[in-house]
């Protein structure tokens, strides 16, 4: 039963436990054996006692000892297998907690990096922002202020081109005038935008020139008139100019280019060839009902260089459009709008040119018959006669007829009439459709009113015609064109018609 049981209690350690049994079994025999051939020989002296044989050792009893020594020594090696698991536990544990506390750490400096780095890039972009408020307001203000200085800023030396306009002249006529005064009208250091273009005709015998400018939409006002940061929501605003202000700056800033261009044309001009400047001011842009292309008018004005010397540009105090208005001029009263006015004379350099003039008066003796006259000199007398009557006039000459002849521009107390003027010089009743062409011709420019004057009669489509426009259309037929030359320029013409129409007399004709 005993044999059962050791072999039961060792069973999981039977051959680590065997092993040290027999070591030590093997040990002792050794040591047994070593002292009993080493016993020393007997003395010579009495026989002492007889030593005690030793007992011999139990083999089960010393399998057992082994056995729990070796149950000992194992467990010491389990324990100390134990403790350096535990050390070495702990020893991780203590490296992975350093580890944690490191990650925690780093942790703990990269966000406090990111939060400085954060704050850096939110200071840097507020003072980028600040910075571009304050660029944007500077940009603002010095374009405001060039604008506002377009007519003080004019440029110096014109005079100096009198020799050029002179030569210009000469060598290539009323051309040569125009291309001069148009090319430095186009390279004038006026603001970006502010003058699209320039084009001019010369007419030497009565002195004028007529100028065509592009003048600029109301978006190159900025309608800004500054702008402000805001923190808290780092954003830049815009602070607009309040629309009655914006309308305001345009005006003025139409009234200004109006004036300067004025200003250039008389002096780079010599006095001797140019007297009289006639300027219509126009803006390119897109009808917005219609998606077309349209260049209302917004500004016409016919200014004499006597009159333009006595202005004094430079005076800060200086109202531009109240300029514009004592020298006559036309002005949309909303051009912000793009409302056109009817220019006082329509000058299209691609459509008409102004035709060589020369006085018709002159060249009539008392009894002159008008039909026998050339048709253009017939055409300059009927201006001239307008003339006498205190309006202004230019002759513009269509390649194809258009219906008009000639403007007519009278000043008073209630402002400014212009007359589109039609002359007919035929032996025949004028027909209708020229009566027609002309109201065409009064609607197409925004004149006041049109007259036809003719040396013949009229019928009765024509009167109709005319009834039904009221005041904008006037027919003048040979006996009023007979009367009014005789009380205004003393010419006692005659008109041979080869037959009079119904309620004629025949010193009416002649």
Partial sequence: MAQTWEGDSVARRRTVAELLAEAYLAKQQAKAAQAGTTQPAKSASPPAARPRKPRRPDPEAERARLLAA???ILSREDD??????????????KRQAARAREAKADERARERAEREQHRLDREAHKQQLKDETEQRTEQVVAVRAELAGVLRNRPVGLEDWHPVVEQALAHDGAMGVAEVVEDLLRRSPVPEGCRESAAVGYYPEAGQLCINIGLPSLAVVPDVAAYRFVAQRLEVVRQLVKEAE???SYRT???????RALDE?????????????????FVATTDRSTGRAVRPCVVSVVARREDFAELVLDEPTLDPQLCLRALGAVV????HD???????????PQRFKLAKDVGAVAGLDSRTDLLTMDPYAFERLVRE???AMGYETWRTQNSRDDGLDAAAVKRDGGGVTVVAVQAKRTKNAVPVETVRALLGAVELTNASRGVLVTTSWFGKASYDTAAGKGERLHLLDGRELKSLLLEHLGVDALIGLPKLPRGWQANTAN
């Fill in 338 to 348: 793009l409302e056109p006015v009817p220019p006082i004379v329509e000058f299209d």
């Fill in 246 to 248: 914006l309308h305001q």
């Fill in 265 to 281: 044309v008389f002096t780079v001009t010599p006095p001797d060839l140019v007297d009289e400047v006639l300027l219509n001011g």
């Fill in 253 to 259: 800033l139409v009234a200004r280019l109006a004036l």
């Fill in 332 to 335: 949309s009263q909303h051009p």
């Fill in 80 to 93: 100390a297998r134990a403790r350096q698991a535990r050390k070495v536990e702990a020893d991780l544990a």
């Fill in 385 to 387: 006669l307008f003339e």
């Fill in 70 to 72: 070796g149950e000992k």
